[in-house]
């Protein structure tokens, strides 16, 4: 993101607390009413009532190298023609446009594919809804790093020094301040997280009609190596329970329940997610950017044209299992006394697995301050679906068993069933 500053028309100012470290992360907040609506104090609210984002992620095998891209659309409820909202990052976003036909396409995708899975098994289905400037010697207590416009968003990128600073900030932008707000406003700030303001011109909102704004992309480095981040902590800021709907896009499957980094002890619970058929590589992805020659989306790829163009767009080549994850009704209170933010762990096989981000000094670890490492090696599984397939270091589970089997005839039975304890103990089965 460029660190000039662009004109920007006239108008109140909103923000979205961008969390920005000096690597990079993304995340969702809290919507912020304006003081003054018509000439006279605003009383009403302008809350969250559900949130929902696509994350595309990219691990690395050295800290700090992974990259997100996360396309944000959210939903609320309020009085006023114009507002902004909260979201903090642990590193500066690129900001872009983005259609908001993408989550019709996933939505109508994964709908899709349940209704064939669950009339294959004779089940009725449950349905289902730039680069910053440098900091100086003596910061001001709210640095602007960059102004731009990005599609019906006029976008500021903040940085807060200084405790009550974006509070201030916001009061003088024409924004009420975050009362209350100071322990989830200190948690980013000594992070190093940067606030993204974002003021919004076109949205009429009423308070009966939800309004849906169009997505924003946001792309960005989490700063660790294998956690998908979601901002979600600052919602904790509002009153009335808030609904999240994801949509994950990751080279394996995302951790559920299989150890205490699963997002169901999170409160989420798993809708879809793609799998491995005998035609399919296994643990390989989808070839979401050309749909049309992977045996799993072939016959699907009529339906996400705006996702394949996506796709083809940021990472051509690159391949994804898409999993799909939900929470209904998250109490605000509940949410803002997390630890820490929303991370997205792969599917390590082994159970006792520690991820690498939510090790001591990791971008996650506020969340798991007592997960020491034990001495072992990483496995993670791609997909234990329809085909039978399970990933333990990269190889199916019935060459596995075949190696087993050899052994077992070489070194004898002893071994042999040793092997298999330890296969069993590793295979997954079909969501």
């Not at 980013?188 to 009609?209: P, S």
């Amino acid at each position: 993101m460029s660190a000039r500053r662009l004109t920007v028309g006239a108008g109140a100012w909103g923000a979205i607390a961008l969390g920005l470290c000096a690597g990079g992360v993304l995340a969702d907040g809290v919507a912020v009413p304006p003081s003054v609506y018509k000439g006279v104090p605003y009383e009403g609210s302008v809350e969250e009532r559900s949130q929902e984002a696509i994350l595309i992620f990219h691990t690395s095998k050295q800290p700090g190298g992974s990259r997100e891209d996360l396309i944000l659309k959210i939903r609320v409820e309020g009085e006023v023609d114009h507002f902004a909202w909260v979201v903090p990052f642990p590193d500066e976003p690129e900001v872009e446009k983005e259609d908001a036909k993408l989550f019709t396409e996933l939505y109508d995708y994964v709908e899709a594919r349940l209704a064939r899975r669950y009339k294959a098994h004779g089940v009725k289905s449950a349905g289902g809804e730039g680069e910053a400037v440098p900091a100086a010697a003596e910061p001001e207590p709210v640095e602007v790093l960059s102004r731009q416009v990005v599609g019906s968003y006029d976008v500021a990128v903040v940085r807060e020094s200084e405790a009550g600073a974006l509070n201030d900030w916001l009061e003088a932008e024409g924004y009420r301040r975050l009362e209350n707000a100071d322990d989830v406003l200190d948690f980013y700030r000594e992070k190093e997280y940067v606030f993204a303001c974002i003021k919004v011109d076109e949205a009429q909102l009423n308070q009966q009609q939800p309004v849906d704004l169009h997505p924003l992309r946001l792309s960005f480095e989490p700063g660790g190596r294998d956690g998908v981040f979601f901002p979600i902590k600052m919602t904790g800021l509002q009153q009335k329970p808030f609904d999240v709907n994801l949509y994950v896009l990751y080279g394996k499957w995302v951790n559920d329940k299989l150890s205490k980094f699963g997002y169901e002890h999170r409160g989420f619970e798993l809708k879809y997610r793609d799998w491995d058929t005998r035609q399919c590589e296994p643990n390989a992805g989808k070839k979401y950017s050309a749909p049309e020659l992977d045996p799993f989306l072939a016959d699907f790829a009529g339906r996400i044209p705006t996702v394949t163009s996506l796709m083809q767009k940021l990472h051509p080549g690159e391949q994804y299992y898409l999993t799909n994850i939900r929470a209904r009704g998250l109490e605000p209170d509940d949410v803002r006394q997390w630890a820490d933010d929303l991370w997205l762990f792969p599917y390590y096989t082994d159970r006792g697995f520690v991820p690498f981000d939510a090790r001591p000094g990791g971008p996650a670890s506020a969340a798991w301050p007592e997960s020491v490492p034990a001495e072992r090696p990483a496995s993670t599984s791609g997909s234990g679906g329809g085909g039978g397939f399970a990933a333990i270091e990269g190889l199916p589970v019935w060459l596995l068993l075949a190696i087993g089997g050899a052994v077992g005839l070489v070194i004898g039975g002893v071994a042999a069933a040793v092997v298999a304890g330890y296969i069993a103990r590793r295979r997954e089965e079909e969501p």
